[in-house]
């Protein structure tokens, strides 16, 4: 009898390999009997690559090609940044797993080494994320922020022949590619909340598909999968993706979470940031009311106002 080879969907980009070459490994070592295969798939936002991310207000950017894989059994799991998944998925796609989350904090990478707190309003900073712009000008009005897009290696050309003064990045990204040497600072969660499951490497799988289950939950960790979990419950009740200023934080201490949401208006003039603390079986439960509660303290009107344009 030939063995079946479990197949893994992935994008090609150096972090995508990174992270399903991880989650292979990971398998291989709980499942040591088995085979398993990579195969790197293409998605739209691979192709569109100068427009910027908060203009093409597509979800499944990065995931649809992937999902399509899955539905048609090409491949039985994928692997993707949890970061990058919509909150809703589609039918009968379901989050099977995670990895054991890494470092959650944003990077500042400046051209001259000097820290965010040096910085003034002849600097620009380049980003193309809603929630660090908001952020980046909450803590300082008077910075300039421009947009960027591609992968670390071209960011890091761009702000060398002058398209910017520094760049902001998830250090978790910036660690699995090696680049260590050019952060300059890790930024505390108190100037930038990071995104939601920032630096969680997530697995999915058909619902239906309780074998495959069974073989990712060898690999999971289940404070990861509790903690990740909460902070999409808390982004599926603001109903906002990755193209809103929304920012979370989890400190676990043994059974306990704390759990900090925030939403900021684009001009960072607004900034409601509020926080639960609960078990971690009750997580997810509680981050639907901290939702409600930051959407009752103005989050709401910040919302409806970033949505319409977002998608134009
Ligand atoms: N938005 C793209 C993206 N998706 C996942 C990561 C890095 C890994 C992670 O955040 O888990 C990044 C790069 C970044 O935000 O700098």
């Known amino acids: ?31 040591p009997t088995l085979q398993f295969e990579l195969k790197i798939i293409k998605t739209k936002g691979d192709k569109i690559l100068d427009v910027a991310l908060s203009k093409i207000g597509d979800k499944g950017l990065f995931t649809k090609e992937i999902e399509q894989a899955l539905y048609d059994n090409k491949i039985d799991l994928a692997v993707h940044s949890l970061k990058d998944l919509p909150t809703e998925l589609p039918e009968n796609l379901i989050v099977g797993g995670m990895l054991k989350r890494a470092d959650v904090r944003d990077v500042f990478i400046s051209k001259d080494g000097r820290k965010l707190s040096e910085f003034t309003a002849s600097d620009k900073i380049a980003t193309s994320s809603l929630r660090r712009q908001a952020q980046l000008l909450h803590y300082k009005p008077d910075l300039q922020i421009v947009d960027i897009r591609g992968n670390v290696e071209t960011r890091l050309k761009k702000m060398n022949d002058g398209h910017c003064d520094a760049l902001i990045m998830a250090g978790a990204g910036i660690l699995r590619l090696g680049y260590d040497e050019v952060i300059t600072e890790f930024l505390d969660t108190d100037v930038m909340l990071p995104a939601v499951s920032q630096g969680a490497v997530a697995i999915e799988i058909r619902e239906d598909d309780d074998y495959t289950q069974l073989l990712v939950d060898a690999v999971t960790d289940e404070t990861t999968r509790a903690t990740t979990l909460a902070e999409r419950s808390l982004l599926r009740e603001l109903e906002g993706g990755c193209q809103v200023p ?17 939403v900021a208006s684009l001009d960072g003039k607004i900034r409601i940031k509020k926080s639960v603390e609960t078990t971690l079986d009750e997580a997810s439960e509680k981050a639907i009311e901290l939702a409600q509660l930051i959407l009752d303290a103005g989050g709401k009107e910040i919302l409806d106002s970033i949505r319409p344009s977002a998608v134009d």
């Open 1 to 31: 009898m030939t063995k079946k080879t479990i197949k893994i969907g992935t994008r090609g980009s150096k972090l995508a390999l990174w992270q399903a070459e991880t989650v292979k490994s990971e398998l291989e070592k709980a499942h």
């Open 246 to 262: 929304v920012g979370c934080f989890s400190e676990v201490n043994g059974d306990r979470i704390k759990l900090t949401g925030m």
